[in-house]
């Protein structure tokens, strides 16, 4: 990680001795060199923004359709600190044969009463040492509607829409492992 925060910052330091020479050794006139000077600068600002998102923060994608999850954090609302709550999964993708993938991948969903409870409960299991595969759902709020694989729910306007996704978790079966043969 410091490598390629060395290697930004040598760039950032290139981009910006290239700027003087442009400023000092060419003939242009000042509101040419100013606006080279602020697009630079506002470059700066924009790959900087840009590069937070590789450094770890979680990401607020979708979260894939199949996962294993390593570890929840659980943030609560506060009302006295107008701040939202939050649930911060650490997942894996899976594969076709439902094994893990890839590092652990941080995402970041909007807290509801309901995802905190599921979250809660996979929290308790991951703790006792348990691995628990997650899948993607959506809530059904129509009982209509329940065995219909997209799960809609009416609006307030009547009209239908997607479900809201949450996620589900189950416990992942042991590994079967081969007859053993006799020697």
Known sequence: MLEERLFLILSYLLIASLL???????????????????VVASFYFASWNSYINIL?????????????????????????DRKEGG??????????????????????????EENHKVAQAALHKLKEGEQLNGTKTYGVLDKENEGNK??????????????????????????????????
């Open 56 to 80: 770890g923060w979680p990401s607020t994608e979708d979260l894939p359709d199949k996962f294993r999850i390593s570890w929840v954090v659980i943030q609560e609302p506060s009302k006295g």
């Open 20 to 38: 003087l020479l442009f400023c000092f050794f060419t003939p242009f006139n000042r509101k040419v060199k100013l606006t080279g000077v602020f």
């Open 87 to 112: 649930l911060y999964l650490w997942i894996r993708k899976l594969n076709e044969v439902n094994t893990a993938y890839g590092v652990p991948r941080s995402y970041k969903l909007n807290w509801s």
């Open 150 to 183: 997209a799960n809609q729910y009416k609006s307030e306007d009547g009209e239908l829409e997607e479900g809201r996704p949450s996620f589900e978790f189950v416990e992942v079966p042991p590994p079967k492992l081969p007859a053993k043969k006799k020697i």
